[in-house]
């Protein structure tokens, strides 16, 4: 049987988008327990969103992408909508995707995208 290598796939817009489902679930954590995530359900909420929309990345960008999703979710932390588990919840569609329509969701794709933009421009 021959292994084959998958190839790390990732852009920016995808790091972006990876974040703020990231920073969504987290928030959900939050409102829910009052905790954020436990990083095994970090790692399988990144998990589920790379295996659903194709992307591939390695484990140091994953770890990374993990713990900036409780930074950026502490700036939403007491914002209405932001601490709402059913609002946070409607923001989620099926196949690990955010609802783009939404206003909020919008929200934390920009600020997920300028810590992308900068984390990157950086290096």
């Given at each position: 049987?021959?292994?084959?290598?998958?190839?790390?796939n990732?852009?920016?817009?995808?790091?972006?988008?990876?974040?703020?489902?990231?920073v969504?679930?987290?928030?959900?954590?939050?409102?829910r327990?009052?905790?954020?995530?436990?990083a095994?359900?970090v790692?399988?909420?990144?998990?589920?969103?790379?295996?659903?929309?194709?992307?591939?990345?390695?484990?140091?960008?994953?770890?990374?992408l993990?713990?900036?999703?409780?930074?950026?979710?502490e700036?939403?932390?007491g914002?209405?909508?932001?601490?709402?588990?059913?609002?946070?919840?409607?923001?989620?569609?099926?196949?690990?995707?955010?609802?783009?329509?939404?206003?909020?969701?919008?929200?934390?794709?920009a600020?997920?995208?300028?810590?992308?933009?900068?984390?990157?421009?950086?290096?």
């Amino acid at each position: 049987m021959e292994m084959q290598l998958l190839h790390y796939n990732l852009d920016d817009e995808a790091r972006t988008e990876l974040l703020g489902y990231l920073v969504v679930v987290q928030l959900i954590a939050r409102a829910r327990t009052g905790r954020w995530l436990e990083a095994a359900h970090v790692c399988e909420s990144v998990l589920l969103w790379l295996s659903s929309n194709g992307g591939n990345c390695g484990a140091q960008e994953r770890s990374d992408l993990s713990r900036l999703s409780v930074t950026v979710a502490e700036q939403f932390l007491g914002l209405p909508p932001f601490d709402d588990e059913a609002g946070l919840v409607q923001m989620v569609l099926a196949l690990s995707r955010l609802d783009y329509r939404k206003s909020d969701v919008k929200k934390i794709l920009a600020v997920c995208g300028e810590y992308i933009t900068h984390r990157h421009g950086a290096q």
